[in-house]
């Protein structure tokens, strides 16, 4: 099924990365892709976080990603869709806005800091004693992880929230994992070998290396993400479905990718545990 949509129901982000076209419709959110195959990442992650036991162990949730196929401006274009995960009179307050609320913004608090470990001390404690999240240490220490397992480097202070509701808060889902496995074939180009991109990947929003960020977070925080480690097999299979939206010739060289990001990412992942 194609799904329409016209540029006036646009729905206007803000973004460090630029922002993918967004709509609301039907009790979902869709995200089109953007510069690369952000779809396809979006749905193989919330298929793999299906295997952890994040809603299991701990309070936490994570959104789920569909791939789907949209009719945007007149073309058929890829993107993904999830469910509205706000409960009627449940508003999302992103950390960037919680904070410069509190006339504290992040951007002027965060680099005054002496270290990349006190920033990470400072956003997580400070958020709890904010909204009385007392878990909210171990919900960053949990992003960190997501990301560093699957690579995505986009987890600025806008794609970290809360929920709140009269006054009360509560965690977000987690979402927003779309640039991780090396989508964003404009910043990680094809003629680049995927092992240099991945190297050489930083994460935000402290903008330091993935293994740092998560254990700076973990050695304070203890580790929360329990997931399998897969296979490439495993991997593959669950890419089949999401890859045949994508055009033949570029199939191959996208499941590579993907492959290759997690295969590397778990190895150190499991190390530092
Ligand atoms: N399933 C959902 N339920 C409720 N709100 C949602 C959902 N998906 C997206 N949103 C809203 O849209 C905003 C942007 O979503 P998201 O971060 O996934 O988009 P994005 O374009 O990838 O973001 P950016 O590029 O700005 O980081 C969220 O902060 C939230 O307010
Ligand atoms: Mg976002």
């Known amino acids: 099924m194609t799904v329409h949509f016209v540029t006036n129901e646009k729905i206007a982000e803000t973004s460090s990365k630029g922002n993918q076209e967004k709509w609301q419709e039907g009790g979902r959110w869709y995200k089109l892709d953007q510069f ?10 919330s298929r793999l976080l299906e295997r952890s036991s994040i809603e299991t162990d701990t309070p936490f949730r994570f959104v789920r990603y569909r791939i789907e196929r949209m009719n945007v401006h007149g073309r058929d274009r890829n ?24 006339g ?7 680099p005054r800091l002496p270290s990349d470990k006190q920033r990470v001390a400072w956003l997580a404690g400070e958020t709890a004693a904010l909204t009385g999240l007392a ?3 171990q919900y960053l220490t949990l992003l960190f992880e997501v990301d560093a397992l699957f690579l995505n480097d986009d987890r600025h ?21 779309g640039a991780g496995l ?9 003629d680049i070998d995927p092992a ?22 973990q050695n304070l925080y203890g580790p929360q993400l329990h997931i399998p480690t897969f296979t490439e097999a495993a991997l593959r299979s669950e890419l089949e479905e999401p890859l045949s939206y994508y055009a ?10 993907v492959c290759q990001t997690v295969l590397t990412r778990q190895k150190q992942f499991k190390r530092q545990r």
């Open 36 to 45: 690369g195959y952000e779809g396809l990442a979006e749905t193989v992650i």
């Open 104 to 110: 504290l913004p992040l951007n002027k608090v965060l």
């Open 157 to 177: 202070l806008n794609n970290i929230a809360v929920l709140e509701n009269n006054g009360q808060y509560n965690y977000c889902p987690i979402f927003d994992n």
């Open 196 to 217: 240099a991109l991945i190297r050489s990947a930083k994460a935000r929003p402290f903008n330091t290396t993935f293994n740092r960020q998560m254990i700076y977070a």
């Open 248 to 257: 033949q010739r570029d199939r191959g060289f996208i499941a590579e990718r």
């Open 79 to 102: 993107g993904c869709s999830s469910a509205n995960f706000l409960q009627p009179g449940e508003s999302i307050i992103t950390l960037s806005h919680l904070f410069k609320r509190e």
């Open 135 to 137: 878990q909210f240490p």
């Open 182 to 190: 090396l989508s964003n074939v404009q910043l990680a180009p094809m």
